[in-house]
């Protein structure tokens, strides 16, 4: 089961899990979006090897009721990754308390709701959960303090969930820098300079942020992470962390 699961990382994510042969249930906001990417999928892969639904992560009753689904439908979850929220881009003098409010609901109850409701089933199947999250947990950065505030919170509960789950469910994260996505190509739109080329503004970009590996990471680099954590071959992990930032982390 992936969230955020019709674009960008949570795409390549049930890609490479279909392409494993495992059946997928993924969920997303955008409605249009999601049943089209997933009749793609359907083609390619097989109708029974797909099931979706549209609704906002936030929305409790939604993601219970697709959790009961799932089980009627595939009777098991081997694994959960939780996979929602952008960052917002604020300094603490622009976050408004509304804007705290809201950008610690999304980050924490986008972690909290489908864990709670997946939970039993993973107990079953000795399964595990892989939470995407942000290098801002450990790497805080002054143009996104309320985001940055709000990664290392849902960092500590999902080390406080690695214990009390333990020995059934196993709880790890991977850690994003910058990988490109939609807002990436979003800012690029919006870019001063309009001849230079997406490649090009991306290289700039890595330069700009100090980035050692010299480019920003893909989408299929990120999910190759979760495929591992939440593998067989990563049986004897919880509680950690994969950093996916080219080298950006400075915490050793």
Not at 18 to 26: E, Q
Not at 101 to 125: G, H, N, W
Not at 192 to 211: G, S, V, Y
Request: proline share 2%; glycine share 8%; net charge positive.
């Amino acid at each position: 089961m992936v969230t955020g699961g019709s674009s960008g990382i949570g795409l390549a994510t049930v890609r490479m899990l279909l392409t494993s042969g495992a059946n997928v249930a993924f969920c997303a906001r955008n409605k249009e979006r999601l049943y089209s990417v997933a009749n793609e999928l359907k083609q390619e892969f097989g109708t029974n090897k797909v099931f979706v639904s549209a609704f906002d992560i936030l929305d409790e009753i939604a993601v219970t009721d697709f959790a009961e689904n799932i089980k009627t439908k595939y009777g098991r979850v081997d694994l959960l990754v939780t996979n929602a929220g952008q960052g917002r881009v604020s300094t603490f003098e622009s976050t408004t308390n509304g804007d705290w409010r809201e950008e610690f609901d999304l980050k924490l109850f986008s972690q909290i709701y489908p864990i709670r409701a997946f939970q039993l089933m993973l107990e079953k199947a000795k399964g595990s959960i892989v939470a995407v999250n942000s290098l801002l947990a450990y790497q805080p950065e002054p143009h996104m303090v309320c985001t940055s505030a709000a990664r290392a919170s849902v960092q500590s509960l999902l080390k406080s969930l690695s214990i009390e789950f333990a020995p059934n469910v196993r709880v790890n994260s991977i850690l994003l820098g910058l990988i490109i996505s939609g807002q990436w190509k979003r800012r690029f739109e919006s870019r001063e300079d309009r001849a230079i080329t997406f490649e090009a503004w991306l290289k700039k970009l890595a330069q700009e942020k100090n980035i050692p590996l010299q480019r920003l990471g893909n989408p299929d680099e990120a999910a190759a992470a979760i495929l591992f954590l939440g593998s067989s071959s990563a049986g004897y992990i919880t509680g950690a962390q994969i950093d996916i930032s080219g080298g950006l982390s400075k915490t050793i």
